[in-house]
């Protein structure tokens, strides 16, 4: 929780930003106009379970349950005035899983670690930056060697090449392939290193 509300209450600069990079996208314009939540009440998990290996749907569900997760956990937005930037921060806690998933990182505090660059990169949140700096901290000098080596310079990458990963209407994505998608999002392959 305290995590969520520092990343609230340090966004001000950030959250209009991707606010602005939304309203000139055409699919991210739709999400701030629709606003639709990913919350396990809009999701058919039954469908979703029952899409082919590879696709976004298929590879979102074997994330969350192989990791015991769930996007009901999110906490929602509460020390944003403004309405449109509050749904900004709530969209961008609820995609994060799908970032996850996008980067084939797992939930282990390395992948945490190596999503929080990709993110801080992409969104300039300084809760991200904030991840992304101090995360490794408790990570063995192995770990440190290959986040330092590998996975940052990929992630970094990776984040400046991307477009904006809020203007992407995930909800009608679920059937298009993860690597299909990482393609077009701008996102490199992940190492093919063990995290």
């Not at 396990?40 to 899409?51: E, N, P, W």
């Not at 970032?99 to 282990?108: A, I």
């Amino acid at each position: 929780d305290m995590v969520a509300v520092l990343g609230e209450t340090t966004g001000c600069l950030a959250l209009p930003n991707l606010r602005d990079k939304m309203k000139h996208h055409p699919e991210g314009y739709r999400i701030l106009q629709e606003r639709p939540r990913i919350r396990l009440s809009t999701l058919d998990m039954t469908r979703l379970q029952g899409l082919p290996d590879g696709t976004l749907g298929r590879e979102y569900v074997r994330f969350l349950v192989d990791n015991k997760v769930s996007p009901d956990t999110r906490m929602p937005a509460r020390f944003v005035d403004d309405e449109e930037l509050a749904y900004v921060i709530q969209r961008y806690r609820e995609v994060h899983d799908l970032m996850h998933t996008l980067l084939g990182m797992p939930t282990n505090m390395l992948g945490e670690v190596v999503v929080k660059w990709f993110e801080a990169v992409q969104t300039g949140l300084p809760m991200c930056v904030l991840g992304a700096a101090f995360g490794p901290v408790r990570l063995s000098a192995r770990k440190l060697q290959v986040l330092a080596t590998e996975l940052v310079p990929w992630a970094v990458r990776s984040g400046l090449n991307a477009s904006c990963i809020l203007n992407v209407y995930y909800e009608q994505r679920w059937e298009q392939p993860v690597e299909s998608l990482r393609e077009e999002i701008g996102i490199f392959p992940p190492p093919s290193i063990r995290v």
